[in-house]
């Protein structure tokens, strides 16, 4: 059962952490950051009951951050070896 009053309640914040960790500029901290905003959003829509229609705003946040992460790396060895997809948080 889907708990849409709490999916009101919570949806904004979450919609606000994506975008603070999105406007970080260094690639490793927003990848971090948008990281860490996926996986309270992925929590969060487990307990509403159902993912929002527009879940792929966080993969593509997750993936871009990623990248710009990866294209920057000195050391390879301190980021993960593939993007994480938001099933898998």
Do not use: F, H
Request: aromatic share 12%; with cysteine.
């Amino acid at each position: 059962m889907i708990d849409y009053a709490l999916a009101k309640k919570q949806s904004a914040q979450i919609k606000a952490a994506l975008t603070r960790a999105e406007k970080i500029t260094d690639p490793k901290l927003r990848y971090g950051a948008v990281l860490a905003a996926c996986t309270l959003a992925v929590k969060a829509w487990e307990k509403w009951g159902a993912w929002p229609d527009a879940w792929s705003r966080w993969q593509r946040a997750l993936d871009d951050a990623y990248y710009a992460w990866q294209r920057i790396a000195a050391d390879w060895n301190t980021r993960p070896v593939v993007c994480p997809r938001l099933e898998e948080l």
